[in-house]
T-cell receptor, first 109, second 116 residues
Framework: GESVGLHLPTLSVQEGDNSIINCAYSNSASDYFIWYKQESGKGPQFIIDIRSNMDKRQGQRVTVLLNKTVKHLSLQIAATQPGDSAVYFCAERDDKIIFGKGTRLHILP | ETGVTQTPRHLVMGMTNKKSLKCEQHLGHNAMYWYKQSAKKPLELMFVYSLEERVENNSVPSRFSPECPNSSHLFLHLHTLQPEDSALYLC???????????????FGPGTRLTVL
């Protein structure tokens, strides 16, 4: 079965609000987690990563939270903008990288 | 050009055709990857080349044949494909510093392949 998955296939958020995209993983041996953004017609783009010895990491307008107890990863985007419209997917690494399916983020005007 | 480029961006081919996908990276990286992205499925890693040697082949059918002539170029040769091979084929590159460390991968825009 698939090791990494996302809870929702589509998420609609009002412009200016915060977005939270969730991801569940099943391999407790995974030591590294990554979030990617894929805009229409483009390849995936690295957003932020986190190692398993951390529970939170912040970037520019993005925060990744890692809860190893329940094997849950989330990406928070602050003050969502139209340019944030894309598919977001997480990935985990044990001995290889495994990607999740993705959540499409829609920004409502 | 900068980053990772892929040609062609779109390809339509019949099941008896032979075609090749090309990837070029301008980042000075030493590892390159081929991925398959199908609708509603996660990214699937197909092949990994590190220092021009194939280090990973994830049970990919032999109708897909990769070639890495140098650290900047990667090809995927296609022959006798099936309609279910229609997908977005993504190339990526990274700098391998240590085998056990994750190295950020930079992706190209992909080739949208349709097999009739």
């Amino acid at each position: 079965g698939e090791s990494v998955g996302l809870h929702l296939p589509t998420l609609s958020v009002q412009e200016g609000d915060n977005s939270i995209i969730n991801c569940a993983y099943s391999n407790s041996a995974s030591d590294y987690f990554i979030w990617y953004k894929q805009e229409s017609g483009k390849g995936p783009q690295f957003i932020i990563d986190i190692r398993s010895n951390m529970d939170k990491r912040q970037g520019q307008r993005v925060t990744v939270l890692l809860n190893k107890t329940v094997k849950h990863l989330s990406l928070q985007i602050a003050a969502t903008q139209p340019g944030d419209s894309a598919v977001y997917f997480c990935a985990e690494r044990d001995d290889k990288i495994i990607f999740g399916k993705g959540t499409r983020l829609h920004i409502l005007p | 050009e900068t980053g990772v480029t892929q040609t062609p961006r779109h390809l339509v081919m019949g099941m008896t055709n032979k075609k090749s996908l090309k990837c070029e990276q301008h980042l000075g990286h030493n590892a390159m990857y081929w991925y398959k992205q199908s609708a509603k499925k996660p990214l699937e890693l197909m092949f990994v080349y590190s220092l021009e040697e194939r280090v990973e082949n994830n049970s990919v059918p032999s109708r897909f044949s990769p070639e890495c002539p140098n650290s900047s170029h990667l090809f995927l040769h296609l022959h006798t494909l099936q309609p279910e091979d229609s997908a977005l084929y993504l190339c990526a590159s990274s700098q391998v510093v240590h085998p056990s460390s994750y190295n950020e991968q930079f992706f190209g825009p992909g080739t949208r392949l349709t097999v009739l």
